[in-house]
């Protein structure tokens, strides 16, 4: 095999590599030779099929996958020998005109990660922020879950608004029942907001024996597309009528959440409060460093892996954008600050190499037992008969794998430099370390919009950090056993739980994190293979409006 480098410039590398017909040729009989015992074929004995009439036969496939294979051992000889360090997957192009029995001229092309001195990570100054937790955000949260824990006393009379019935409901559309659309002993507090727009209003002043029948329109936007802006009916059946009654906040409150009683309940939710702002704590820690780290550093980073960086940003962006009020006036918005988001995507990608490099040279690991659960839980998004298939996929992709690694090593990246760190504490307000960690620190990176702004730019104007720190503080609630789980949950949670899904904020987006959230691992993220992910279940036509 001959290799010639025909560009070495910065980061990129080019080069020709010849393999010679023979080495093809050769690999092409052996494979031959190793299938051919298993071939069977009328009028040979099994295992006796002449090595012509297997090549006759199969020699076409058998030759495809020898030359693959053959390109694949190309490639990797050509990075050991050249140590070189691809940023991406090689470019490789197959000579036109190539036929069986010529040499194989390969085009090869490829971005090579760049030299990074070792960092020093001496001399970080860090500033700790606490916030304690006082006794009023307790009470706060207390009370919170106690309207969530909301109890109803059955009444005579006629709902209203605030009431809970107990309902059967059956929809049709057309005059046909449809699927999904019915429910017996349903309960339902009118105006929560749970049911499509127009089902709750429609049940005021109904009474317990009523039957009646409603005229509702699905949202244009309903995920069933049989029902998509439709108009149906709903027979119902109001089996009984409750009246809000009064949650007195005691032991015996606490006792029914499976506590002990209303001073457990009360610890808990201290412990919870304090984990949440420990997060949020850490999370302006993280951007404090990272902010040092980009300061400090200035390197050439490879385009194809800003690129890709950059892609997976806009796509999210341009998909917020579309579900604006006014798309047209969002896409224009975002379009006039599309430099800004590429350099978002080059200071993720030049983070991620510098993280990646600390991380090597001070020897922050990954452990096969953190892997092994990591694929497990990313497992769970699948349907059950698929993620024993995405484990197989994972363990046979390495840029899958680095994907799911990258957020974890990160953190223990981050976690080794705040141990390195010099770190003051200071007190201060949950409002004061909220404007810490939204405040402008890098003007490359951290363009702040306007309060007003279309809610896909202000997602992407925030920090990475703020949105992966935010999630880790909220993690130990669903941690915690069945019976506390309840009661430790944040008040901000409970309320959650009675709006209809439109209202919630919306979740926030990986791709439109800033730079801070860059890939440990310095790899970019690879387009999707995964299995079909895991269905809902059908979901009744009543349900929430974001269905």
């Known amino acids: 095999m001959q290799i010639v480098e025909t560009t070495n410039e910065g980061l990129k590398r080019a080069y020709t590599v010849t393999i010679p017909a023979k080495d093809i040729s050769a690999r092409v009989e052996g494979e031959i030779q190793k299938i051919a015992p298993q071939v069977r074929m009328p009028g040979f004995r099994p295992g006796k099929v002449p090595a012509n009439l297997v090549k006759k036969m199969h020699g076409e496939a058998i030759h495809?996958?020898?030359?693959?294979?053959?390109?694949?051992?190309?490639?990797?000889?050509?990075?050991?020998?050249?140590?070189?360090?691809?940023?991406?997957?090689?470019?490789?192009?197959?000579?036109?005109?190539?036929?069986?029995?010529?040499?194989?001229?390969?085009?090869?092309?490829?971005?090579?990660?760049?030299?990074?001195?070792?960092?020093?990570?001496?001399?970080?100054?860090?500033?700790?922020?606490?916030?304690?937790?006082?006794?009023?955000?307790?009470?706060?949260?207390?009370?919170?879950?106690?309207?969530?824990?909301?109890?109803?006393?059955?009444?005579?009379?006629?709902?209203?608004?605030?009431?809970?019935?107990?309902?059967?409901?059956?929809?049709?559309?057309?005059?046909?029942?449809f699927e999904g659309g019915k429910a017996e002993k349903a309960p339902l507090v009118i105006g929560s907001g749970r049911f499509i727009p127009g089902f709750e209003e429609q049940l005021v002043g109904i009474k317990a024996g009523d039957e009646r029948t409603i005229t509702v329109t699905f949202p244009g936007d309903y995920q069933a597309e049989n029902l998509k802006g439709k108009e149906t009916t709903f027979d119902i059946v109001a089996h009984e009528v409750k009246a809000p009654a009064e949650t007195k906040i005691d032991d015996d409150f606490a006792k029914e959440l499976g506590l002990e009683g209303l001073e457990?309940?009360?610890?808990?939710?201290?412990?919870?409060?304090?984990?949440?702002?420990?997060?949020?704590?850490?999370?302006?820690?993280?951007?404090?460093?990272?902010?040092?780290?980009?300061?400090?550093?200035?390197?050439?980073?490879?385009?194809?892996?800003?690129?890709?960086?950059?892609?997976?940003?806009?796509?999210?962006?341009?998909?917020?954008?579309?579900?604006?009020?006014?798309?047209?006036?969002?896409?224009?918005?975002?379009?006039?600050?599309?430099?800004?988001?590429?350099?978002?995507?080059?200071?993720?990608?030049?983070?991620?190499?510098?993280?990646?490099?600390?991380?090597?040279?001070?020897?922050?690991?990954?452990?096969?037992?953190?892997?092994?659960?990591?694929?497990?839980?990313?497992?769970?998004?699948?349907?059950?008969?698929?993620?024993?298939?995405?484990?197989?996929?994972?363990?046979?992709?390495?840029?899958?794998?680095?994907?799911?690694?990258?957020?974890?090593y990160e953190d223990k990246v981050v976690d080794f430099l705040i141990e390195k760190a010099e770190v003051t504490e200071r007190e201060v307000t949950r409002d004061e370390l909220q404007a810490a960690i939204e405040a402008d620190t890098d003007e490359a990176s951290a363009k702040k919009p306007a309060a007003k702004k279309a809610p896909a730019k202000k997602a992407a104007a925030k920090k990475a950090d703020v949105a992966a720190d935010e999630g880790d503080a909220e993690e130990p609630a669903a941690k915690k056993a069945p019976a506390k789980k309840a009661a430790a949950k944040k008040a901000d949670d409970a309320d959650e739980a009675e709006k209809p899904a439109a209202k919630k904020a919306p979740a926030k987006k990986a791709a439109v994190k800033k730079a801070d959230d860059a890939d440990a691992e310095g790899e970019a993220k690879p387009a999707a293979k995964k299995p079909a992910a895991k269905k809902a279940p059908a979901k009744k036509a009543a349900a929430k409006t974001e269905d």
């Not at 047209?328 to 983070?351: G, H």
């Not at 020897?363 to 694929?375: A, D, P, R, Y």
Request: net charge negative; charged share 30%; proline share 4%.
């Open 64 to 177: 495809r996958e020898a030359l693959n294979t053959t390109i694949r051992e190309a490639m990797d000889k050509l990075v050991a020998d050249n140590s070189l360090r691809p940023a991406m997957n090689p470019d490789v192009a197959l000579g036109e005109g190539y036929e069986q029995g010529k040499d194989a001229e390969l085009t090869v092309s490829l971005e090579v990660l760049p030299v990074i001195e070792a960092p020093a990570i001496d001399g970080l100054k860090l500033e700790k922020l606490i916030v304690p937790v006082a006794e009023s955000a307790i009470d706060e949260a207390v009370e919170r879950i106690a309207s969530q824990q909301q109890r109803f006393e059955t009444k005579d009379g006629a709902a209203e608004d605030g009431d809970q019935v107990i309902i059967d409901f059956t929809g049709k559309l057309d005059g046909v029942e």
């Open 264 to 408: 457990q309940l009360k610890e808990l939710l201290k412990g919870q409060l304090e984990q949440e702002t420990a997060g949020l704590t850490r999370t302006a820690m993280k951007r404090s460093l990272l902010d040092q780290l980009a300061a400090g550093h200035d390197f050439d980073v490879p385009p194809t892996m800003v690129e890709a960086e950059f892609s997976q940003i806009w796509q999210q962006l341009t998909h917020e954008a579309s579900h604006e009020e006014d798309p047209e006036a969002a896409l224009k918005e975002i379009e006039a600050e599309k430099d800004d988001y590429r350099k978002i995507a080059e200071r993720r990608v030049r983070l991620g190499l510098l993280l990646s490099e600390i991380g090597q040279t001070n020897g922050v690991e990954v452990s096969q037992q953190e892997m092994s659960m990591l694929v497990s839980q990313a497992a769970q998004q699948y349907r059950p008969e698929d993620r024993q298939r995405f484990m197989e996929y994972v363990a046979n992709d390495p840029m899958m794998a680095a994907q799911l690694r990258a957020p974890l």
